[in-house]
């Protein structure tokens, strides 16, 4: 047991009073929890160790509101916090300590030698700067003990017990006004972190967390939760990766092929050939709408070990599950292909890693509406996925190989990372942090898919095939701290739209030629030509063009493309970028 106050280890279960710093443990909610109150069994089939740690490896938090939690679940609050202190007990026998802080009853010292400790109760309404306050301080102390600092930042919560942030997002014109991130609580400095990821300054900055969350939906209950916590202790730390499955849209064939690389060439991925008509798999990824949603229980694996979906999502709480589109030569016409239910009748515990847009919502969802919470309250220990709108690369008809766009650069740098025995949290670093030197410091989508894509579950956990399953894993260490390598400078920017319908007295061949010196005509009839012969997409005008400085000096336009896909909720859009000369240098597509 762990004082709640100071962190110090208390070997004796009887005491009442911590040693160190004097806080009565009683009224903090450390008191030996009961197995027979509402977790029963929690840890029990944890192995035969009982109570035997091993050396502690890694040091996070675990961060909740205790009151909140058992308001929610009509529980009590010594069930609630006697639940995580089992969990916290039967988790050392993996390597990882982890303590409790509760948002809604933490105590911060004294300060000067008159001075008063105070209480933060913190709710649903307190502004985030309070909860990265408490975080910092926690942080603080560790530090002043001379002992152990966590490095990682277990949320337990939807956001009405822990907040998620909200942040500006970086492209105009977008659907979405602002993006729901964990990433800001990586970087608890102050309350001005919000200003700072929203200038992408915090990309910069030492990353204090590896952060994960493990959300409740709308109808989640304590045995919800209870059952996440004894599948994450029955894994003794690691997910064996053996077995996997791919699912994708056509019209993204290839791209996916590239991001499940070593899926495939490691031979995790089943060989479908001489199994399952060719028209319906594409170098062992399943191919959808060629199977939709009525056939998919024909082919998906449910005893996989990992789970990658490049498809569509929509953020309607009524379009649900996952989509497929048809080629542009077919019409275009998207079907719903994979549904809750499914994720649902999973057998095995697993990984899931999803491009889709809105992948990872679940802000007013309930499991029958969310593909994450489905999941993770099955059997998915580790939930990759989307807030919001997620962009990516599109196959091109050409020969060339297809270049990795955003949300494809963290599928593959996770998936990678996860296989080369990096946890959870580590690996999320490391995809975001790839992905920002692959786009640039200052590049937009690339910023909105580094914050919007997060991690749920527990950070901690490994999802390789290091581990016997006798509870000793093996944790790498890593260099760097902030997502933009040291010595990497930001390229700012900003960012106009141009005005293609010519009002404002001036028509776009003016702007253009103003603002970058080009034809608008020729970049247009150059883009043109390129989206039919490399992506059958026909020529059209553009819905909304941009223009984008940045302050080394290079200019950039962007085209944006909308097209219906007649299903509520889910529009397609090509987003072309092109130097001011009209160069065409990437082609991205919403998911």
């Keep these: 047991m762990y004082c709640p106050e100071c962190g110090h280890k208390i070997e004796d279960g009887t005491m009442r009073f911590c040693p160190e710093c004097g806080t009565r443990l009683e009224e903090a909610g450390a008191p030996a929890f009961s197995p027979a109150s509402g977790s029963k069994g929690l840890g029990e089939s944890a192995g035969s160790a009982g109570s035997k740690e091993t050396e502690p490896l890694v040091h996070g938090l675990i961060f909740t509101n205790v009151g909140l939690l058992a308001r929610k679940f009509g529980s009590s609050v010594d069930d609630i916090a006697g639940l995580f202190d089992l969990f916290i007990k039967y988790k050392m026998q993996s390597g990882v300590v982890y303590r409790l802080v509760d948002a809604g009853n933490y105590s911060f010292p004294r300060t000067g030698l008159f001075g008063r400790s105070r209480t933060a109760s913190l709710d649903g309404s307190s502004p985030i700067g309070d909860y990265l306050e408490i975080l910092m301080d926690v942080h603080n102390r560790e530090e002043k003990q001379g002992g152990a600092v966590s490095e990682y930042l277990f949320i337990i919560g939807g956001a009405d017990i822990?907040?998620?942030?909200?942040?500006?997002?970086?492209?105009?014109?977008?659907?979405?006004?602002?993006?729901?991130?964990?990433?800001?609580?990586?970087?608890?400095?102050?309350?001005?972190?919000?200003?700072?990821?929203?200038?992408?300054?915090?990309?910069?900055?030492?990353?204090?967390?590896?952060?994960?969350?493990?959300?409740?939906?709308?109808?989640?209950?304590?045995?919800?939760?209870?059952?996440?916590?004894?599948?994450?202790?029955?894994?003794?730390?690691?997910?064996?990766?053996?077995?996997?499955?791919?699912?994708?849209?056509?019209?993204?064939?290839?791209?996916?092929?590239?991001?499940?690389?070593?899926?495939?060439?490691?031979?995790?991925?089943?060989?479908?050939?001489?199994?399952?008509?060719?028209?319906?798999?594409?170098?062992?990824?399943?191919?959808?709408?060629?199977?939709?949603?009525?056939?998919?229980?024909?082919?998906?694996?449910?005893?996989?070990?990992?789970?990658?979906?490049?498809?569509?999502?929509?953020?309607?709480?009524?379009?649900?599950?996952?989509?497929?589109?048809?080629?542009?030569?077919?019409?275009?016409?998207?079907?719903?292909?994979?549904?809750?239910?499914?994720?649902?009748?999973?057998?095995?515990?697993?990984?899931?890693?999803?491009?889709?847009?809105?992948?990872?919502?679940?802000?007013?969802?309930?499991?029958?509406?969310?593909?994450?919470?489905?999941?993770?309250?099955?059997?998915?220990?580790?939930?990759?996925?989307?807030?919001?709108?997620?962009?990516?690369?599109?196959?091109?008809?050409?020969?060339?190989?297809?270049?990795?766009?955003?949300?494809?650069?963290?599928?593959?740098?996770?998936?990678?990372?996860?296989?080369?025995?990096?946890?959870?949290?580590?690996?999320?670093?490391?995809?975001?942090?790839?992905?920002?030197?692959?786009?640039?410091?200052?590049?937009?989508?690339?910023?909105?898919?580094?914050?919007?894509?997060?991690?749920?579950?527990?950070?901690?956990?490994?999802?390789?095939?290091?581990?016997?399953?006798?509870?000793?894993?093996?944790?790498?260490?890593?260099d760097e701290n902030s997502i933009a390598p040291k010595g990497m400078k930001k390229n700012g920017c900003t960012m106009e739209r141009v005005d293609t319908a010519g009002s404002g007295g001036a028509s776009i061949l003016q702007q253009v030629r103003g603002a970058v010196n080009s034809n608008i005509m020729e970049i247009h009839g150059r883009i043109a030509e390129y989206l039919y012969s490399n992506y059958s997409v026909e020529p059209r005008k553009p819905d909304s063009a941009f223009r984008i400085k940045y302050e080394n000096g290079e200019d950039e336009m962007m085209f944006n493309y909308k097209f219906p896909s007649g299903t509520d909720g889910i529009d397609k859009e090509y987003i072309v970028s092109a130097k001011a000369d009209g160069t065409i240098q990437k082609v991205y597509t919403t998911k």
């Design 162 to 478: 822990i907040p998620m942030p909200k942040i500006r997002h970086y492209i105009k014109d977008c659907s979405d006004d602002t993006i729901d991130t964990d990433l800001v609580y990586a970087y608890p400095y102050d309350g001005d972190m919000i200003a700072a990821m929203e200038e992408m300054e915090a990309f910069g900055y030492d990353q204090m967390f590896h952060v994960g969350r493990l959300p409740l939906g709308e109808d989640t209950t304590i045995e919800d939760l209870a059952g996440y916590l004894q599948r994450d202790l029955d894994s003794s730390g690691v997910i064996m990766i053996n077995d996997t499955y791919g699912q994708c849209d056509p019209n993204w064939k290839k791209v996916s092929a590239n991001v499940a690389t070593d899926l495939i060439d490691g031979g995790c991925m089943r060989n479908l050939d001489g199994r399952l008509d060719e028209r319906f798999y594409y170098n062992r990824m399943i191919l959808s709408p060629m199977i939709t949603r009525e056939t998919v229980d024909r082919v998906l694996h449910p005893g996989a070990d990992l789970y990658y979906f490049n498809l569509h999502g929509g953020g309607g709480k009524e379009t649900r599950g996952y989509f497929g589109a048809c080629t542009p030569q077919q019409g275009g016409q998207m079907y719903s292909v994979i549904l809750p239910e499914h994720l649902a009748s999973l057998s095995r515990p697993n990984v899931v890693i999803s491009e889709a847009c809105y992948g990872g919502k679940f802000i007013g969802l309930d499991k029958q509406r969310s593909m994450m919470l489905s999941a993770i309250y099955t059997n998915t220990l580790i939930f990759v996925g989307s807030s919001r709108i997620a962009w990516g690369a599109v196959d091109s008809n050409s020969e060339e190989d297809t270049q990795l766009l955003s949300a494809d650069v963290i599928a593959y740098m996770f998936i990678r990372s996860s296989l080369e025995g990096y946890d959870a949290g580590q690996a999320m670093f490391i995809a975001r942090s790839t992905l920002l030197q692959h786009s640039g410091w200052g590049n937009r989508y690339g910023a909105a898919t580094i914050t919007e894509f997060n991690l749920y579950g527990d950070p901690t956990l490994l999802m390789s095939g290091q581990g016997s399953g006798s509870g000793k894993v093996a944790f790498k260490s890593m």
